[in-house]
DNA sequence: CGTCTATTTGAATGTACTCAAAAGCGGTGG
DNA sequence: CCACCGCTTTTGAGTACATTCAAATAGACG
């Protein structure tokens, strides 16, 4: 069953016990998306910190001229979800949606906040799952601001093994922040691998 | 002194008692550091995290060509230092330099694990910071993917008032990943303001 | 005042985008 | 099982945004 991945994934970052897990279960609820199903729509409420136990979801954001621009392409045992909607109880500034049918675990903001109060063990785990992500972002704006399209895209395949074959090139290229035609043919040119 | 400034931001973010701040002040360091003086060099070891109690620091990455890369504008109550240097124990990925005259209060690895360890209010308190900080990310990326050079500019003139005059533009440049030569034309354009 | 660095300016170039059209691909229904 | 529809990807031509390089100008500091 997934609770096993789940307290394994915990397990990897901060002691929890027994009685942590299962007031996790207890807190959060599990959700089963099909393929394309959205999780949240854009400037809609309900934000909540999510655990993808299976599958893989995207997260987006669509401008006032409603292209939409990846920001996260989340798989298993990763968290997603709008943080700054989450901790201000405001509308969600993205959107999310399952790229495959996936299983996710929904943390909404009392939950969370009690979760942190009752089982400190959490307010340690998340201190460092944020402190890990913040690293990654830190990375992934040094890559914006200092390299070619080419080489983000060389990035990106290694960063994101095997997703360049589950999803639909234009949300890669929406990652990257380039259009999907360029991106084809920065594909064109790499031919030879 | 200092102190007040200090105790006054935690208490934005958390409870924090006498006694949590007794025990920052007792593990922490305070540096002084004169205008363009370095406070780490890339790929030096003993990345901590900083609190910038005073002053602007600048936070940069060199790449292969040795072309600099800014990666943040610290200011007065703002955190800094290269955090996964910092987690991981391992040469700093980044430099990290004095722009005017500031004093800063340093925090290693193993003092940073023992506050959190005895103080669980800062647990809670870098639990937060993490957060907020990690929203920031989010929103530079999207503006990194989804805007023009100039509308970045016009962003970073809201996000940093007043940034603009005290630091040199080829920086501001280097932030937003675009040259020097660029940004001058960009605000030669826009002189009505 | 002279030196050093930062900023501005301009011309030529390159990288990435827009638009339009064609080709490919996957799902659905007959 | 094939034909068709809608969507994604490719291709190409023309264009815009941003860079490079070089030279001139302006500012900062000893």
Chains 1, 2 share one sequence.
């Not at 897990?21 to 910190?49: C, H, R, V, W, Y």
């Not at 979801?57 to 621009?69: E, G, I, W």
């Not at 395949?157 to 360029?182: D, N, R």
Request: proline letters at 4%; one cysteine or more; charged letters at 30%.
């Amino acid at each position: 069953m997934s609770l096993e991945k789940i307290t394994e994934n915990f397990r990897r970052h901060t002691a929890v016990t027994e009685r942590d897990i299962e007031l996790f279960t207890e807190l959060s609820k599990s959700k089963s998306l099909g393929k394309n199903e959205m999780l949240i729509e854009q400037d809609q409420p309900g934000a909540a910190l999510t655990l993808i136990v299976s599958g893989c979801l995207m997260t987006f954001y669509s401008d006032k001229d409603c292209d939409p621009h990846v920001m996260q392409f989340g798989r298993e045992m990763w968290w997603t979800g709008d943080l700054q909607a989450f901790v201000e109880n405001t509308p969600s500034l993205y959107s999310i949606k399952a790229l495959v049918d996936s299983e996710v675990a929904m943390l909404e903001k009392e939950k969370f906040d009690q979760l942190c109060r009752e089982a400190p063990a959490f307010e340690r785990y998340f201190r460092i799952l944020f402190q890990k992500s913040l690293v990654s972002h830190q990375k992934r704006i040094i890559r914006n601001i200092s390299n070619t399209a080419e080489e983000k895209y060389e990035q990106f395949l290694k960063s994101h093994p095997g997703l360049e074959l589950t999803v639909p090139q234009k949300h890669i290229a929406s990652y990257l922040g380039i259009t999907p035609e360029f991106l084809s043919k920065i594909r064109k040119k790499r031919v030879g691998k």
